[in-house]
Nanobody, 125 residues
Framework: DVQLQASGGGLVQTGGSLRLSCAAS????????IAWFRQAPGKEREGVAC????????DYADSVKGRFTVSLNNAKDTVYLQMNSLKPGDTAIYYC??????????????????WGQGTLVTVSS
């Protein structure tokens, strides 16, 4: 089974940018759907963005459309989440999840069996 390692979080001011990485080991992302979820204190884990390795299709939460971009580098077995125009409401622990699906989904974390350890993103006002 694939193992995931998320990185790239940090502290940034409102309007700033960060790029998160989710690296796979123990097997590449071929045939996998990969998603980014986030969880703020006291809130449920919510889907942010996802990408299907089969055809590169993507999906985004309405709250991040136009600001976040998810991409996949097959040669590096790494998925990226480029986050621009960050807002304090984006503050959360960001997790990457993966599983073997033809299509990706951000409807719920139950869609994915494999998870990284999370990386903290803090956006100051």
């Amino acid at each position: 089974d694939v193992q995931l390692q998320a990185s790239g979080g940090g502290l940034v001011q409102t309007g700033g940018s960060l790029r998160l990485s989710c690296a796979a080991s123990g097997g590449g992302f071929g045939r996998y759907a990969i998603a980014w979820f986030r969880q703020a204190p006291g809130k449920e884990r919510e889907g942010v963005a996802c990408i299907a390795s089969t055809d590169g299709s993507t999906d985004y939460a309405d709250s991040v459309k136009g600001r976040f971009t998810v991409s996949l580098n097959n040669a590096k077995d790494t998925v990226y989440l480029q986050m621009n125009s960050l807002k304090p409401g984006d503050t959360a622990i960001y997790y990457c999840g993966a599983d073997i699906w033809d299509e990706c989904s951000i409807k719920g974390p139950y869609y994915y069996r494999h998870w990284g350890q999370g990386t903290l993103v803090t956006v100051s006002s």
